[in-house]
């Protein structure tokens, strides 16, 4: 079974400071790596993800993360925060394989509150 | 374009009551899923349907939890009866099925039961 540990629970930054948000997995089969974010009252959005190849995956809203098989790491960055970025992130993964249906397998998520 | 809806937004009742949580995917979405949280826990799968077939129910609890989802469009979740571990924010999302894996998926606003 795989698992995925977020291993931060809160996070509070000043604006316009760099944020890092640290995701571990475990797995024995490949997978594909998720990070999403949920706004106060609004749905799961997606950020980002990593399919294959460059393990450096821009997303939307200046985010970014690099997946690092061998620490079996993708953490989350972001140079300079916005008072906007204050949100719910979660971390995912699924299995590569179809029949697992992509169905996805959460970290306990890590609340980024961003200070003025 | 319409993103996934879900209904009701909120919803309390007392332990032994039965409540029917109902999701509509985006238009054209072959692939439903739902998830649930608990406060304080991670987001963890309950199913998956492919059109009006359940892929996937390993996610299920218990037999209090019935999905279902008529002529593959919209899905209700239906618990019955309802018991105080029930409470949580229950999210559905859907996914086009490309055949590819890692297919996104987009998730709607949930819908928050408190079960007293």
Not at chain 1, 1 to 26: G, H, I, K, M, W
Not at chain 1, 33 to 57: E, R
Not at chain 1, 91 to 98: D, G, N, Q, R, T
Not at chain 2, 33 to 50: A, D, N, Q, T
């Amino acid at each position: 079974a795989q698992s995925v540990t977020q291993l931060d629970s809160q996070v509070p930054v000043f604006e316009e400071a760099p944020v890092e948000l640290r995701c571990n997995y475990s797995s024995s089969v490949s997978v594909y790596l998720f990070w999403y974010v949920q706004y106060p009252n609004q749905g799961l959005q997606l950020l980002l993800k990593y399919l294959s190849g460059s393990t450096l995956v821009k997303g939307i809203n200046g985010f970014e993360a690099e997946f690092n098989k061998s620490q079996t790491s993708f953490h989350l960055r972001k140079p300079s925060v916005h008072i906007s970025d204050t949100a719910e992130y979660f971390c995912a993964v699924s299995l590569l394989i179809k029949a697992a249906g992509n169905k996805l397998t959460f970290g306990g998520g890590t609340r980024v509150l961003v200070k003025p | 374009e319409a993103g996934v809806t879900q209904f009701p937004s909120h919803s309390v009742i007392e332990k032994g009551q039965t409540v029917t949580l109902r999701c509509d995917p985006i238009s054209g979405h072959d692939n439903l899923y739902w998830y649930r949280r608990v406060m304080g826990k991670e987001i963890k799968f309950l199913l998956h349907f492919v059109k009006e077939s359940k892929q996937d129910e390993s996610g299920m609890p218990n037999n209090r939890f019935l999905a279902e989802r008529t002529g593959g469009t919209y899905s209700t979740l239906k618990v019955q009866p309802a018991e105080l571990e029930d409470s949580g924010v229950y999210f559905c999302a859907s996914s086009q099925d490309r055949g590819t894996g890692g297919n996104e998926q987009f998730f709607g606003p949930g819908t928050r039961l408190t079960v007293l």
